[in-house]
């Protein structure tokens, strides 16, 4: 931590280039779609769907996976309530750069904590955050159970798991909320890029001129 003396030595430095020259050159306004859900209910998939989706049609975007950020930026974080919010502060932090660099961020984390995703929306900015809440039911979540989580929580192997022996808190407004148990991925994704339609610039075609 930062102590009180060194942070009035930091000064924040503007660039030159504006939030809307970003807008332009992508031809999209920056936002961080938020996606949280129980393990299992389909966030990483849906994730790196979107991305693809996104960048296919010319929107640059990046994902932020809770497990692949484990391996690095946040290796020595557990699971504890302590340790998920500074998770979640971290990637808002750095969700907040991606959409100051222009970029369309999609967050896969369960951030199963209502006042950890306020304490995200309030970092990046109301504006650019879309919560979107995959809603898939616990019995669906646990019969996916991909990589055997749950199974080992039932078994007393994993302390302090989402849904089983940690709370799960739903949003009570997200922008979206699917229901991956009978939506498609490609359904789901369909109901994300709609919603982010107004945010995304058609493209810019050159009129060909006659001689």
């Keep these: 931590m930062i102590s009180n003396r060194a942070q009035r030595n930091i000064v924040w430095h503007r660039g030159k280039v504006t939030p809307a020259d970003r807008a332009r050159l992508f031809r999209q306004e920056a936002a961080t779609i938020w996606l949280t859900g129980l393990s299992g209910s389909g966030k990483s998939t849906v994730a790196f769907e ?10 640059p975007a990046y994902v932020l996976d809770g497990d ?4 690095g930026l946040n290796q020595e974080l557990g699971f504890s309530p302590q340790d998920r919010k500074e998770n979640i502060r971290r ?7 991606f959409n100051d660099a222009g970029m369309m961020v999609i967050t896969a984390f369960i951030s199963p904590y209502q006042h950890d995703r306020a304490m995200a929306r309030d970092i990046i900015g109301k504006d650019h955050f879309v919560e979107v809440h995959l809603a ?10 991909p990589k055997g989580l749950y ?10 798991f989402t849904g089983i022996t940690a709370p799960y808190e739903a949003p009570e407004n ?11 991925i490609e359904q789901s994704v ?5 919603k982010l339609a ?8 050159n009129p060909v001129h006659g001689g």
């Design 50 to 59: 979107l991305e693809q989706a996104l960048v296919s049609r010319g929107y």
């Design 68 to 71: 692949n950020v484990r391996h």
């Design 91 to 97: 990637i808002a932090e750095v969700a907040k750069l």
């Design 136 to 145: 898939t039911r616990l019995h669906v979540c646990e019969q996916r159970d």
């Design 151 to 160: 199974r080992k929580a039932r078994q007393g192997e994993i302390a302090e």
């Design 174 to 184: 997200p922008a979206l909320s699917l229901d991956t148990g009978s939506l498609s």
């Design 190 to 194: 369909a109901q994300i890029l709609h």
């Design 198 to 205: 107004p945010r995304l610039y058609p493209a810019v075609v």
